[in-house]
Structures are given as C-alpha cells and as structure tokens.
T-cell receptor
Framework: QKEVEQDPGPLSVPEGAIVSLNCTYS??????FMWYRQYSRKGPELLMY????GNKEDGRFTAQVDKSSKYISLFIRDSQPSDSATYLC?????????????FGAGTRLAVHP | DTAVSQTPKYLVTQMGNDKSIKCEQN?????MYWYKQDSKKFLKIMFS???????INETVPNRFSPKSPDKAHLNLHINSLELGDSAVYFC??????????????FGPGTRLLVL
C-alpha cells in the first residue's frame, strides 16, 4: 500500500463546475499537507498548504484536512479552462528536521468551455 | 529570472551511456532536491542536499550520484543508463527552517529518454 493514495483520473468537468480532488494517506505522523498544480510539460507549483486539520481558503480554492480520517481534499469553485492541469497532493511529517515530501500520483483535471 | 533552472531540458541517449543533469537556483535557498517523475506522473524524491551535505538518500541505484559543488547548484550524474531510467527529473529548492514546512520550488524538468 502506498503511503499516499490519489485517484489519477482523468476528471473532465464543464466550465463553472465545482471540482473535488481527494487524497488518503496511511502515515498518521503527517502534519503538513500541500496541493501542487502541474501544467503540461512544466514543474509542479505550490497551490495550497495547510498544517494539521481544518480548512483553508484562497480565492476559488479550498483545502480541507481531516486527520481523523486521514483524508485531504481540494475544492475548486467556478472552475475555469485555465485550471486544466494535474493536481498533486503532498504531505510530510518533517521528521528529523528535514523537508521530505511524499506525493500522491496526481489527478489530471480537464475543464472544458 | 528563472528561480530554478535545469539543463538540458531534453536528453535522448542510448542504454549504457553516462549522462549528467545540472540544476541551479537563484533563490538563496540552502536545500536542494532531485525528484523522478515516471510516465504515470508519480513524483518521488531521490536525494536532498542541505548546505552541500547529503541529507536524504532514498533507495536509488548507486548508478545515480548527486553532487553539490555549492548551495546554489545540484547536479545528477547517471552511469550505465537503463531503459527504466526514462522519466522526467525535477530539481527543487527550499529554505529549511526547523519546525515548519517551507515551499519547495521546482525547476522545469529534464526529460530523459533512454533508447
């Protein structure tokens, strides 16, 4: 079993839809949870970052962490064609004082006009 | 100015060859990373250097040897290339502050194809 599980999709939605992306994990020591966005043929870029449980909102994006269920989500409201990308969840426990990220497989999202 | 740059962007080579990929960051960060992304987009850490010191070394064949001449540069040398080494290799950097997570900034990737 992988430490972080993420449905690779692809996920295809019409413009304006609400998108829900999810990851589950097995390591209860994870404390830091991130979502990266990766456009085709580009490097990943950090989209959202949350520490421990709870919600965090940034514009059209909301990240949720439920540590009791070991489940994290990213919601995209009013999705746009420019949101079409692969979304990777990542997490770490910062053990040993160093920043080792464990990534999910990434979910490919296509938003069509 | 590009924050994290990698050269070359594309690398096509024959099995058995030796090749190097170079990475440079101009963000003033003290920690750099190499990741491998396979054809299914799965991104996995290979190595990390903090102030030129190796701090993360995942289970990677010893044909892969990272080298950090200074804080701003991290190179990856691969000996005796195999078909399974075909992937996109990403360099990343961050500033390590013990006790909390920092953003890792990724380069554009080097697409390696071994024939």
């Amino acid at each position: 079993q992988k430490e972080v599980e993420q449905d690779p999709g692809p996920l295809s939605v019409p413009e304006g839809a609400i998108v829900s992306l999810n990851c589950t994990y097995s390591n209860s020591a994870f404390q830091y949870f991130m979502w990266y966005r990766q456009y085709s043929r580009k490097g990943p870029e950090l989209l959202m970052y949350t520490y421990s449980s709870g919600n965090k909102e940034d514009g059209r994006f909301t990240a949720q962490v439920d540590k009791s269920s070991k489940y994290i989500s990213l919601f995209i409201r009013d999705s746009q064609p420019s949101d079409s990308a692969t979304y990777l969840c990542a997490m770490s426990d910062f053990s040993g004082g160093y920043n080792k990220l464990i990534f999910g497989a990434g979910t490919r999202l296509a938003v069509h006009p | 100015d590009t924050a994290v740059s990698q050269t070359p962007k594309y690398l096509v080579t024959q099995m058995g060859n030796d090749k190097s990929i170079k990475c440079e960051q101009n963000l003033g960060h003290d920690t750099m990373y190499w990741y491998k992304q396979d054809s299914k987009k799965f991104l996995k850490i290979m190595f990390s250097y903090n102030n030129k010191e190796l701090i993360i070394n995942e289970t990677v064949p010893n044909r892969f040897s990272p080298k950090s001449p200074d804080k701003a540069h991290l190179n990856l040398h691969i000996n005796s290339l195999e078909l399974g080494d075909s992937a996109v290799y990403f360099c990343a950097s961050s500033q390590v502050n013990r006790g909390y997570q920092e953003t890792q900034y990724f380069g554009p990737g080097t697409r390696l194809l071994v024939l």
